[in-house]
């Protein structure tokens, strides 16, 4: 697993829960794709904010609920600081409704799935928006 202070890593998984980011490390692990981990929606952006112009991330997974900044927020100020990238936003969340997926998509969310989630599944959406090197 990448630390956010030296990580270039292609995949960003935002989650204030460490078990469901554990599980998640792992499984992204095992598939050889390179994961930075941030335990909240803050210092995810202050992450993003310190990274070069060209700093592209493949893929971004977050939860909706998480203490301070939450996952709405989150995409939306993604969505302001790379308007022209077009980042895939994977929302994991225990939330799980028509509006709260209608939200997620107007925040910016690519995919949404309900936890728990299986690795396959999270592979099956990763593989929508990524290809592995």
Not at 87 to 105: F, G, M, Q
Request: charged letters at 25%.
């Amino acid at each position: 697993m990448a630390d956010a202070e030296n990580s270039d890593a292609s995949i960003l998984l935002v989650d204030d829960d460490p078990l469901f980011t554990a599980e998640m490390v792992q499984i992204l692990e095992d598939e050889e794709l390179p994961v930075c981990t941030f335990e909240s929606a803050a210092h995810a952006i202050r992450h993003m904010q310190s990274r070069p112009w060209s700093w592209n991330p493949r893929l971004i997974i977050t939860d909706i609920v998480m203490d301070g900044i939450g996952g709405y927020q989150l995409m939306r100020r993604i969505t302001e600081l790379y308007p022209t990238k077009n980042i895939p936003i994977i929302v994991v969340s225990r939330l799980y409704s028509a509006d709260y997926v209608y939200e997620a998509e107007v925040a910016g969310a690519s995919c949404f799935l309900q936890k728990p989630v299986t690795s396959q599944k999270l592979l099956a959406a990763i593989q929508k928006y990524i290809k592995k090197s």
